[in-house]
């Protein structure tokens, strides 16, 4: 069905284009760009086309013929769901693994991907059932994309970054306990009352 309504097509058009902008940037400008690539590629493969398949299907008077059959909402979601992130997933990262090549930050980002993928999903569907159209949804559609891909906007330096955040606190910890390790040990009197005749018994305090 994907593929019949041109969603797969379009995916392929996004993913030339962004690997062709990566490409021709410089390497370092790249790596700090290539979150907002991936971003913009979730946003269109989750978000919209997640809403456009609904307004389709809603058109198409799938969604009612869709109440008169044993498939459930879980599972209605779900499909969406699965074939949606899987399409962010094999996108985002083979445009990442073209550019950059492979390593062991690709499991984490990959993770982070799916995740992401799967909030815009739903916010897509969520926020379409609201208009008949896509004309009707396109506009505000804009400010809630927006929110949610504000935090990307630390790594574009507008705004707090949680990174420098995250090493002070690191950093007041290792303080906290380099202070602690200097601080002397505090003698309870009990004990000392209690070794005193030991000590003194021993021949350097005869």
């Not at 303080?175 to 040990?185: F, I, M, T, V």
């Amino acid at each position: 069905k994907h593929f019949r309504k041109g969603f797969y097509v379009v995916a392929g058009v996004i993913s030339v284009v962004s690997l062709t902008l990566l490409h021709l940037l410089p390497r370092e400008l790249a790596q700090v760009l290539l979150p907002v690539v991936i971003l913009g590629n979730v946003v269109i493969d989750a978000f919209y086309f997640a809403a456009g398949l609904v307004l389709l299907e809603r058109l198409e008077g799938t969604l009612i013929a869709q109440r008169v059959t044993p498939l459930r909402t879980q599972e209605y979601l779900g499909g969406k769901l699965a074939t949606l992130t899987a399409l962010s997933l094999a996108e985002s990262l083979l445009v990442t693994v073209a550019v950059f090549g492979v390593g062991w930050w690709l499991i984490p980002m990959a993770i982070g991907i799916a995740l992401a993928a799967v909030l815009f999903c739903l916010v897509g569907i969520a926020v379409v059932l609201r208009y008949p159209s896509i004309n009707e949804f396109l506009l505000p559609s804009v400010p809630c994309t927006f929110l949610l891909s504000l935090p990307v906007l630390g790594i574009l330096g507008v705004g707090p970054d949680a990174g420098p955040v995250v090493h002070r606190c690191l950093g007041r910890k290792a303080r906290g306990e380099a202070d602690l390790a200097h601080q002397p040990r505090r003698v309870h009197p009990a004990a000392v009352a209690q070794q005193a005749p030991e000590v003194l018994a021993e021949p350097g305090h005869a």
